[in-house]
């Protein structure tokens, strides 16, 4: 029995206990946060982060259709229920930037943006007024949207009915084609074209946009 004893902590001894240190890292080990190579002894850097992206530039240089003016196209318009009419040419001039913006019902970026624009106008209400036309082909679509934004909301839009007459109006604004959604057109004070923003606006936008209006 003694003898057997013996032999059994010789045993241990040689195997090592389970609840020792644990083995030193061999050499090659890849750190935390590295990633793993296929051949050893070699740990490759971690992929550096590209960080935040720059704002983006708007209205840096005259669109294509600068100068362009919208003429005297009468157009359609839409309200939401109990709003009243608007007139049939959007207003430009009278010391004033006006804000195009095209939209449709089915644009779900557009009637994201709204909100935006309508607490921009709030802002700059002395320098600048925002037209909204829809270039939906269903009115039904334009007419729910608007029946469903509050009070103070967007609920009155010009509305490019007629194809002869929203082929007219873009191409006077020197858009040959419907162009794609959403798309923002700056008229200045003198009532010509000045800015083209395609794409959703954002928040961050607004230091830009005032400096722009804010040219006289």
């Keep these: 029995m003694k003898t057997a004893l013996v032999l059994f902590a010789a045993l241990v001894a040689a195997c090592g206990d389970s609840g020792g240190a644990p083995p030193k890292p061999r050499a090659d080990a890849v750190g935390a946060g590295s990633v793993a190579s296929t051949t050893p002894g070699i740990a490759l850097k971690p992929p550096t982060s590209a960080g935040p992206s720059a704002p ?53 970026p557009c009637k994201e943006e709204m909100p935006l624009l309508k607490e921009w106008e709030t802002k700059l209400g002395a320098k600048l007024r925002v037209a909204y036309v829809s270039i939906d082909d269903d009115e039904r679509l334009s007419k729910r949207f608007l029946n469903e934004q509050p009070k103070g909301g967007v609920r009155q839009s010009y509305f490019l009915k007629n194809p002869d007459t929203r082929k007219t109006w873009l191409e006077a604004l020197g858009f040959s084609d ?29 230091p830009q946009v005032e400096a722009v209006v804010s040219k006289g």
């Design 178 to 206: 419907v162009p794609k959604l959403p798309l923002h057109i700056l008229i200045d004070p003198s009532g010509v074209v000045s800015c083209v923003i395609e794409g959703a606006i954002e928040a961050n936008d607004f």
């Design 56 to 108: 983006r530039k708007i209205c840096q240089k005259p669109p294509k259709n600068a100068g362009k003016r919208p003429g005297d196209t009468k157009l359609d318009h839409i309200e939401a229920d109990g709003e009243a009419a608007l007139g049939e040419a959007i207003s430009t001039g009278g010391g004033k930037w006006t804000w195009v913006n095209l939209w449709a019902g089915w644009c779900a």
